[in-house]
């Protein structure tokens, strides 16, 4: 597991906003980030398409010098109007958008 800065991977996030709207027709898109329990942490896109909201993310290990490692290479989608709604299992953003434009059930 390679362990770099957070700064890193927001600035690389920060790059792609742009083309990621351009590339699947966005209404809006942001990076976001979030603690979570033990050394897990989130960080992702906040997407807005078709006047819905979602959060698509990717888990991290923080190390004891608050350096941050890819868990796992899956993202996970949650809508933002349901707090129980979440799905996983997409390997490239891609299917992440493949899976928001067919409309996700939630």
Known sequence: ??????ETILTNMNRMLEPLMEKY??????VYEEEGEAERYYIGYTVKKD????MVNMPFEKDHEGKLALKEGVWTIQADDNDDFETHGYYSLDDVFESIENG???
Do not use: A
């Open 25 to 30: 027709d966005l209404d809006d898109i942001g």
């Open 51 to 54: 006047g819905e909201v979602y």
């Open 1 to 6: 597991m390679e362990f770099v800065t957070r």
């Open 104 to 106: 996700i059930e939630h």
